[in-house]
């Protein structure tokens, strides 16, 4: 049986991308994609109609900055600027310029936007379906004793 140094086992757990290991870096997109801004902002690009019963459409709508803006009620001007930043450096959003006046800018989802979005539409189900069961539980849990 060979033995290893521990930069041959920092490379090979690299490969493997194990999100239980500390330095994986899959923590960190891990941590992006779990904010909620994330999630908002690729359910909306993802959704042709809106509201809790609305339909995936499985295609990516492109969207305006502002339409944005008005569609993820209580996010600031900085929060969307960064997260679509974010999305576009990671390549799950794409961002177009249109010479108009004033320029129009749009954002669409990526192929890899779009397999993401899959897996956050559950999530964004689940939150929807479970809010008053999860409320319940938390009312259960304040009223114990400490």
Known sequence: MATT????????????????????????????????WVTLVLCALG????GPQAEPSGESR???????????????????TQTLRSLERDGLVTRTVTPTVPVTVSYEMT????SLHQAVRVLKTWAETHMDDV????????????
């Open 135 to 146: 409320r319940a539980q938390r009312a259960v849990y304040d009223e114990r004793p400490s």
């Open 47 to 50: 959704d042709g109609s809106y």
């Open 62 to 80: 492109p969207l305006r900055y502002s339409e944005l803006s008005r569609r993820l009620a209580g996010v600031s001007q900085k929060m969307l």
């Open 111 to 114: 192929a890899l936007g779009v």
């Open 5 to 36: 140094t521990a930069a041959q086992r920092r490379q090979q757990a690299a490969v493997e991308y194990d999100a239980f290991l500390a330095g994986c870096p899959s923590r960190d997109l891990l941590d992006r994609i779990s904010d909620k």
